[in-house]
Nanobody
């Protein structure tokens, strides 16, 4: 089993920046893909950014040019640099790792952007 722990959430003013990190531990064999999802208040969970084992990335249209996802394969971590934050970015952010066809999720970290 794999456990994921997110960190870096908090309260930030609009236009500011935050960096989220996710560390994986447990029975790790191969993590094929990593990603960040978020769930705004009253809405469904949505994909924010994803990165493959080869380093290919994709982003939600709403965060392109503002967010950057990266991974450290040696440490089994994935990070999300968030710049130019907007109030609509307010959400619980979840880390996701996929290993051997199985999805693992963190418990989430709250990001609140004030105006």
């Amino acid at each position: 089993q794999v456990q994921l722990v997110e960190s870096g959430g908090g309260l930030v003013q609009a236009g500011g920046s935050l960096r989220l990190a996710c560390a994986a531990s447990g029975n790790i064999f191969r993590i094929n893909a990593m990603g960040w999802y978020r769930q705004p208040p009253g809405k469904q969970r949505e994909l924010v950014a994803a990165i493959t084992s080869g380093g290919s990335t994709n982003y939600a249209d709403s965060v392109k040019g503002r967010f950057t996802i990266s991974r450290d394969n040696a440490k089994n971590t994935v990070s999300l640099q968030m710049n130019s934050l907007r109030p609509e970015d307010t959400a619980v952010y979840y880390c996701n790792h996929q290993q051997i066809g199985v999805n693992y999720w963190g418990k989430g970290t709250l990001v609140t952007v004030s105006s």
